[in-house]
């Protein structure tokens, strides 16, 4: 089995462009589902607005915000009655917004993204198929299933599970900012204090995880090719009694993946529990400030419960990106491993200048042929004979001594390494 995967040979960045180019047909509804994500931050800012304007508006005395007092006429009566009915209809029209952008957003990424992954599989599968023996005798054949069916499953979450909501947090996050620096500058303060701690942990978190990666995908492609080896020659291995040695041999190298597994979760949970604290210290923070400011009067007790919800708007953006951030790195190594096939070179190229035939006379020449499989001895070497069309040739020799690929090469499965 190949040890490629277990280095890196694609940026993120990279793999992206790469992604656009094989799926242009399809990024004007990519395009639709990233602006429905990033619809959803205005709609989010709306959310903790209802209990500030019944606080504020409704128990307190502070005047009906202008952009709902135009849809009343003019010195209109907002008493606690009109601003509770205000505040509660705010509610469940935020909601329906919400979830009409939910419900188009989950239609349309499984629509396109069974498209996608569809799309993809017919790229590989049609180039695996024309990649040479050489290359398929030294893959196996379980590593392109493997490819096939499961890494290029990773494009689609890549592009409409795990990118679009990290978009949209980024978005998110800096709409709250905003608004924060609005009602108050030291909270905003407060929260920028957190991104340069968390931007240095999500770094060192991502490259650990994804060299992880590549080795968790290796292993369970191995564990795969156990399982396609044995039950493929199912009667061999019964006929020997191996099935207590193949079952051992599987629950090897799927252990290596399942250990592979937990230890990515290990790390995944230990950075989600530092971020996690760093975020409860910054919460603490801001109800001690926000608490202090509502007794000297800096600020309405509604701001502060507003700037309280904006802050679990806010955090819930951070910990979608560091969440995320393990999944994206999943699904990076799984396309890189998916693209690593598109790159293997046709060792049997068709010769540009080579004569068409429209009907083969059957006679056959080969002059001064040898031949070796990669990294292995010569099987043949300076074969010379002709048979012409209507011969009956029988050829004999033990076994290795090359009867098969003699009969790989006419058929040309692949080319001489000399010869002609």
């Given at each position: ?221 191995i564990a795969m090719s156990v399982m396609h080896e044995v039950l493929s020659s199912l ?85 979608s990106i560091v969440k995320n951030s393990n999944d994206i790195q999943s699904s990076v ?88």
């Amino acid at each position: 089995m190949s040890k490629e995967l277990n280095k890196r040979h694609y940026s993120t960045r990279e793999l992206i462009r790469r992604i656009a180019a094989y799926n242009k047909p399809f990024w004007p509804k990519i395009t639709l589902l990233f602006f429905l994500n990033i619809l959803a931050t205005p709609i989010a800012l709306l959310k903790p607005y209802a209990l500030k304007l019944l606080i504020d508006s409704g128990f307190g005395s502070q005047r009906m915000p202008g952009f709902i007092a135009m849809f009343f006429p003019a010195g209109f009566d907002f008493n606690f009655t009109t601003v509770a009915i205000v505040s509660s209809l705010l509610v469940v029209v935020t909601a329906l917004l919400e979830n009409i952008n939910i419900f188009i957003t989950w239609l349309m990424s499984t629509s396109v993204g069974e498209k996608i992954v569809l799309n993809f599989r017919i790229i590989l599968f049609d180039h695996i198929q024309r990649l040479s023996l050489s290359y398929h005798d030294t893959k196996g054949t379980s590593d392109s299933i493997f490819r096939i069916q499961w890494d290029a499953m990773n494009i689609r979450s890549l592009l409409l599970v795990q990118l679009p909501p990290l978009i949209s947090s980024f978005f998110t996050l800096f709409a709250m900012l905003v608004v924060m620096f609005a009602i108050n500058w030291q909270f905003a303060a407060i929260s920028l204090c957190l991104l340069p701690p968390l931007y240095f942990l999500s770094k060192a978190s991502n490259k650990k995880l994804i060299q992880d990666w590549y080795k968790v995908k290796d292993a369970e492609s191995i564990a795969m090719s156990v399982m396609h080896e044995v039950l493929s020659s199912l009667r061999i291995v019964k006929a020997f009694g191996q099935e207590q040695n193949e079952n051992d041999r599987f629950f090897d190298k799927s252990n290596e993946a399942v250990k592979g597994n937990i230890k990515l979760a290990g790390t995944a949970a230990a950075f989600s529990f530092v971020v996690g604290m760093l975020l409860a210290v910054g919460t603490a923070l801001f109800m001690y400030v926000g608490a202090t400011f509502v007794k000297s009067g800096q600020m309405t007790l509604g701001d502060l419960i507003l700037i309280i919800a904006y802050l679990s708007q806010i955090f819930g953006p951070l910990q979608s990106i560091v969440k995320n951030s393990n999944d994206i790195q999943s699904s990076v190594a799984g396309i890189d491993r998916a693209f690593s096939v598109l790159d293997e070179d046709r060792e049997v190229k068709e010769n540009p200048f080579a004569i068409h035939l429209s009907r083969a006379k059957g006679s056959f020449q080969f002059d001064e042929v040898s031949f070796a499989y990669p990294e292995g001895k010569k099987v043949l070497e300076n074969i010379s004979f002709q048979i012409n069309a209507g011969d009956r040739v029988g050829i004999m020799g033990s076994t290795g001594a090359g009867k098969s690929t003699l009969i790989s090469l006419l058929m040309r499965f692949y080319d001489p390494t000399e010869g002609t």
